[in-house]
């Protein structure tokens, strides 16, 4: 199995179940991959094939379920069954989301829009402490996408993570593709966005495909990873490896899957781009 | 300011119930309704919650055509959202809901081949459960016998329907040249099993299915026993027994004392 380092600060891909079984044949050269771990917690089959996966390949844990954002207790439940998943996959990194997904008792499915409050700030830090506490290890937090604003937002969400970053001590996940779809949606500068996140804290960067909608006659930008990184998104890709760094950068695509080498061939382009960014360790650790 | 708790409520109602003007008043309108807005999520969730259920009833969705699965999946979801984020355990409730979904009522085997597919999902789910410990079996009293109640092994699913499910499934499969069976008299009884890396699914005869489904719904080993002998008088316990062991039925077993 591959040790419990760091993932390497290339390309990679985000793994979908129907993947699995050509990559497990045919072990194509991606740097490292990233699963949801919801999908394994059941055990069975699925988590067998990534275990299998994860002898073969860096793994990192890119969590949707926790809902840290959500007013009240975390799901316990969730959190131990995370636990145990981490302790038997060792992954090099775990994240989760900005956002909140569960009240009442209903799992809703979505990464869904938290207020920038004082009051989200202490419910969302409260969390990432109780998770980090709970697996023993620095977790990434990634910005959503949005697609609408609440008034009563008292800060920007980049300032909202950055502070985040500085109270827990967990790193960020910046996605490149939500930044982009966020900025047209609800209507900011993704160029000041990146510049408003702290360095140091960015641990992973996303990319992924949108689409554009129309809503009431606005066109409206849906974060669907179900088509190629677009354009724009590259080249503020381009501005957040100027800004961080090189990073380990992964490709998202979860809807409309196209064949393994489609998504390894959109890796390869992020990674030529990375490459450029990295540093002498860097080479050492791709070579 | 809506209380974050409070706001989450009312954005849970508003995705599928009645519009909330408290909500909408905070929702920054900024070139696009708040309802339009709010519509994205409900969207999401919906045709996400969709698609999950889509990926465990595929035959279903075969059989009823995918926009007929769409109308049928989002009156379930908005009677029965998810309770938890493992999704691959959501719908166990689909096939009930089907047989009492009054636009499914041409189809009557409908929910029963959503009951075997339900089977086929979750015992995937289950491939590395513990296996009956035989040695602790053989310590036990005979005198104790007739009180053993059973664990079954989440491995193993069992399915009786007066449908022949089985030959539905198996000629909606892709890549299959199995032929759609006729319907008549292709009552079935099944016994679905996870085998390594793929699920696998036999027909039993009808009375070891009665004793393993007996047994399965927790009467002891005597009463299961009895059951069986009490509608197929020639069957062979000894030897349902040892098959029952054979097969991994079972993963644990307690001793009901009164």
Redesign the interface.
């Known amino acids: 199995m591959n040790g419990k380092r760091d993932l390497p600060s290339r390309a990679g891909i985000g793994l979908k179940a129907p993947h699995v079984g050509e990559l497990l044949a045919t072990r194509p050269a991606a740097p490292w991959l990233e699963v949801h771990p919801?999908?394994y917690?059941?055990?069975?089959?699925?988590?067998?094939?990534l275990e299998a996966v994860r002898r073969e390949y860096p793994v990192s844990l890119h969590g949707?379920?926790?809902?840290l954002?959500?007013?009240?207790d975390i799901?316990a439940?969730?959190l131990s069954?995370l636990r145990s998943l981490v302790e038997r996959i060792e992954p090099c990194l775990v994240s989760e989301h900005l956002s909140?997904?569960?009240?009442?008792?209903?799992?809703?499915?979505?990464l869904?829009?938290?207020?920038y409050?004082d009051?989200?700030l202490g419910?969302v830090a409260d969390h990432v402490d109780e998770v980090q506490n709970a697996l023993g290890r620095r977790i990434l937090i990634e910005n959503p996408s949005s697609?609408?604003?609440?008034?009563?937002s008292s800060m920007a969400e980049p300032h909202f993570l950055a502070e985040l970053a500085r109270r827990t001590g967990c790193g960020l996940l910046c996605d490149v593709n939500n930044i982009y779809v966020s900025a047209w949606n609800?209507?900011f500068d993704a160029g000041s966005y990146l510049d408003t996140l702290p360095v140091q804290a960015i641990g992973e960067i996303h990319l992924a495909g949108h689409a554009a909608n129309d809503?009431?006659g606005?066109t409206?930008l849906?974060d669907d990873h179900g088509s190629p990184v677009t354009a724009p998104v590259w080249k503020l890709y381009q501005r957040a490896l100027e800004r961080f760094g090189s990073v380990p950068t992964l490709i998202e695509w979860d809807t409309d899957l196209p064949e393994l080498s489609v998504l390894l061939g959109e890796a390869s382009v992020a990674d030529r781009m990375l490459q450029a960014f990295a540093s002498e360790d860097d080479h050492a650790c791709a070579a | 300011?809506?209380?974050?708790?409070d706001?989450?409520?009312r954005?849970?109602d508003s995705?599928f119930a009645t519009e909330d003007l408290t909500l909408l008043?905070?929702?920054?309108s900024?070139?696009?309704?708040?309802r339009?807005?709010?519509?994205?999520?409900r969207h999401?969730?919906l045709a996400?919650?969709t698609a999950?259920l889509a990926a465990a009833y595929p035959v279903v969705c075969r059989l009823v055509d995918q926009r007929f699965f769409a109308y049928a999946a989002d009156a379930f979801i908005r009677r029965h959202?998810?309770?938890?984020?493992?999704?691959?355990?959501y719908g166990a409730g689909l096939p009930h809901f089907l047989a009492s979904f009054p636009a499914c009522g041409a189809l009557p085997y409908l929910p029963d081949v959503a009951r075997l597919e339900w089977a086929v999902h979750t015992v995937?789910?289950?491939?590395?459960a513990a296996s009956l410990d035989l040695a602790r079996l053989r310590r036990v009293d005979p005198r104790d016998m007739a009180q053993l109640r059973f664990v079954p092994n989440p491995t193993v699913a069992l399915l009786a329907s007066p449908w022949p499910v089985d030959k539905i499934w198996k000629a909606h499969q892709e890549g299959t040249s199995e032929a759609l069976p006729g319907l008549q008299g292709g009552a079935v009884c099944l016994e679905v099993h996870?085998v390594g890396?793929?699920v696998a699914m036999r027909v039993l005869e009808p009375a070891t299915f009665a004793f393993r489904d007996a047994l399965a719904r927790g009467l002891t080993l005597g009463e299961a026993a009895g059951h069986a002998l009490e509608s197929y008088p020639s069957f062979d316990l000894q030897q349902a027994i040892l098959e029952l062991l054979d097969d991994c039925i079972f993963n644990d077993f307690t001793i009901i004392t009164e």
Not at chain 1, 112 to 115: I, R
Not at chain 1, 147 to 152: A, D, E, I, S
Not at chain 2, 124 to 128: E, F, I, R, T, V
Request: glycine residues 8%; proline residues 4%.
């Open positions: 919801e999908n917690m059941s055990g069975g089959i699925a988590l067998a094939s949707v379920g926790l809902s954002g959500t007013a009240g799901d439940r969730h069954r909140w997904s569960t009240a009442g008792g209903v799992y809703l499915n979505h869904l829009p938290l207020p409050t009051e989200t419910v697609y609408l604003r609440f008034r009563h609800v209507d809503a009431d606005r409206i849906i | 300011m809506l209380a974050l708790r706001l989450q409520a954005f849970t995705l008043d905070l929702v920054d900024d070139g696009l309704d708040a339009a807005r709010l519509a994205v999520y999401h969730v996400t919650l999950t959202l998810p309770t938890e984020p493992c999704l691959v355990e995937a789910q289950h491939s590395d996870a890396e793929t």
